[in-house]
């Protein structure tokens, strides 16, 4: 054998072992590609796994804050029937509550009045705190400043209209007149 045949030789027995190697390089880069395509199928799996629990927990704020302020428009047309009531109470005067036909109809008036603020705060109605408080834009309209060295300015000294809450949510802001400095 000569130095060429010797080389065709070598050359020949690489190329077998190269070609028994070959599947099993094949199979090793398919096991590797699906490998990975369990891995993504893996991730896409988890996301959509925290997807979901992400849209039942917000379902659930909803379905909760939506029974929570279900009563908002209902709360806001009594809140009418509460200033009428007292603005009828405070209309009354001192000889009137001394007729005794006057003060039993007036007894029944303050009765409804009771009771409704019973309601509300059985229902998380509250008032707005308001006279003698500093001036909150997102409790209060201010509706006038008026002028005095009584208070310190941005102080409420008036309320026109009381403001009112359900739960943590404004239904209607307090109508006030601030204090501002005297000229």
Do not use: C, W
């Not at 099993?24 to 590797?32: G, K, P, Q, S």
């Not at 709360?75 to 405070?90: F, W, Y």
């Amino acid at each position: 054998m000569n130095e060429d045949d010797k080389l065709h030789e070598e050359a020949e027995e690489i190329r077998q072992e190269t070609a028994a190697e070959a599947p099993e390089l094949a199979e090793h880069d398919r096991l590797a590609e699906l490998e990975r395509q369990l891995e993504e199928a893996h991730s896409k799996a988890l996301y959509a796994a925290a997807e979901t629990q992400n849209v039942r927990r917000r379902l659930e704020q909803e379905k909760t804050s939506a029974a929570a302020y279900a009563a908002t428009g209902f709360a806001r047309d009594m809140l009418a029937i509460k200033d009428h009531l007292d603005r009828a109470l405070a209309a009354v005067s001192d000889e009137l509550r001394a007729d005794q036909t006057a003060a039993n109809f007036l007894a029944g008036i303050e009765a409804t009045a009771r009771e409704l603020e019973a309601a509300f705060t059985r229902n998380g109605v509250t008032r707005v705190e308001s006279k003698g408080a500093r001036l909150d834009p997102h409790k209060h309209q201010a509706m006038v400043e008026i002028p005095t060295g009584d208070a310190e300015p941005g102080t409420i000294i008036e309320e026109m209209q009381a403001g009112y809450m359900l739960k943590d949510r404004l239904l209607r802001p307090a109508l006030v007149g601030v204090a501002k400095a005297a000229d």
